[in-house]
């Protein structure tokens, strides 16, 4: 998944987007190119990984959290950022696991995961 953070018109950091890419088959590559289905993050949780309300929500505050504290710590290192896509992965014992943090990160899965709202709030628009 890419956590996508991008600062308010107030300079604060926050949580726009978090698509999920999934591979198709047995294939470890999620790209879209490769032919993975993006979901929402909720539509994933609940429709992919079968996650019932309070483990979804478990670890939609362990992803924010992550995000949060991986902006401040790049940002300490690099200097200030407008924006981050953060990417993470999620092994099939629900463990959540850092990638990379991309300082102009790609929005096509925020577009492809079809979330409205999220894509009006992205600036991708």
Avoid: Q
């Amino acid at each position: 998944m890419r956590a996508l953070m991008e600062r308010d018109g107030r300079g604060e950091w926050r949580l726009v987007s978090a698509p999920v890419r999934v591979a198709t088959g047995r294939c470890a590559i999620t790209s879209t190119s490769s032919g993975a289905n993006v979901y929402t993050l909720d539509a994933a949780l609940a429709n992919v990984f079968c996650y019932e309300d309070e483990k979804a929500a478990r670890l939609k505050t362990e992803i924010r959290r992550t995000a949060f504290l991986l902006t401040g710590l790049i940002e300490r290192e690099y200097g200030r950022f407008g924006e981050l896509g953060i990417d993470l992965a999620l092994d099939s014992r629900g463990k959540l696991w850092f990638i990379e943090v991309n300082a102009k990160p790609g929005k096509d899965t925020v577009l492809l995961a079809g979330d409205r709202a999220e894509l009006r709030d992205a600036s991708c628009r």
